[in-house]
């Protein structure tokens, strides 16, 4: 998957037994190799299957160039997990 | 062990005294074991309640297992719930492991809550193993029911600490499974956000009952133990005051309405349904403190056999669910009477109809 540098990355954390919402948005660029791996593949290959059970965690993951929206997803813990909460950290 | 009793009683008795002392043997303990399910038979309709549940309390299942039968499960950090080793299980002592150890007292303090306030056995009432999972994944900032099991993340250390140290969050996730195995409540919109007020609402109960807890003197908060120093915040949620349990930079501001006309509108967490479960959870305090006493004897009651009543869809709406707590209020307590009236009250107090 082919992003700009100069694109930023917005993810959104929903649900959980907290329940709370957590956003974030960061610069492509700063992301580490990894990061921007687990992103591009849930970008690609979202996780839509809605598991068994209550209280998971859901993630919204929205890359923008300059402004302007260009990929958008909605997945599950999956993969993506572990990009998407290095986006979340980068808040605290 | 069978519990078909196929041989009429007249031929067991009569084996019984004229058989060989094998046989007189056998006869006897059918015998015995006859009488003691046909106990348990006649104790399942009495335990079946008053609206003609789908499903009662099973006292053929509790003979076999009359106790809360726990295995703690600890994931050593992987993002499996199968693969790490099986850390204590029931009677074995402390491991030293916070997180182990808090399950286990959780769970068990659950299981007595359930069986003590309401006779059922366990999760399914069958006498299902409480199984529990700690140190699921690294900085996992949740815990969760997988169908199967109750799953605890240790947390980030900085927003939310490790799960299991509230009870009443793992009275929630076990409250999912009765709520999956009695009604099936959807997990989308309000029939979502009625599982989990249910699941807020139960696992308020587990503490209040584990802590001797009046509705007075409860804090009727979900999740007080889990925010992390820095937080600026008291909870997850209030189910007496929903919208206030926290205000922070990071988290934001509590989303959850207390009334119909701040119901939220979103796409975002299965349609809101850790939002708008203020809304039932603020109708349920009300009703608990209007009554006063312990939580669980009326109040409680009520939303338990509205749980296990056959006319709630697993698409319920606010309104479907509060007229039928309307309806098992009067008849388990009388009609017209002073809990019937709280309950009407306390959902008048959200602005749910009812009539």
Known sequence: ?92 | MSRCCIVPPTMLDRIARHGTQAQRDWALSTIALDATIRQARVQNQLLRGVRGHREGPDALAALENQSANREIRDAQGAEQVMRGPIVRTEGGPPTGDAAADEAYDGLGATYDFWEQAYGRNSIDDEGMPLRGVVHYGRDYDNAFWDGRRMVFGDGDGKLFLRFTRSLDVIGHELAHGVTEDENGLQYQGQSGALNESCSDVFGSLVKQHALGQTAEQADWLIGADLLGPDVQGTALRSMAAPGTAYDDDVLGKDPQPAHMDDLVVTTEDDGGVHINSGIPNHAFYVVATTLGGNAWERAGRVWYETARDRGLRSTATFTDFARITVAVSGELFGAGGAVEAAVRGGWDAVGVAWT
């Open chain 1, 1 to 92: 998957m082919d992003v700009g540098d100069d694109a930023e990355v917005t993810v959104v954390r929903t649900g959980g037994v907290a329940g709370v919402r957590l956003e974030a948005t960061v610069a492509w660029r700063d992301l580490d190799e990894d990061a921007r791996a687990g992103l591009a593949r849930a970008l690609e290959r979202p996780d839509t299957t809605k598991p068994p059970g209550a209280d998971r965690l859901t993630y919204e993951i929205v890359v923008r160039e300059a402004g302007a929206e260009r990929l958008r997803c909605v997945t599950g813990e999956g993969d993506a997990r572990h990009a998407a909460e290095a986006v979340l950290r980068s808040r605290r």
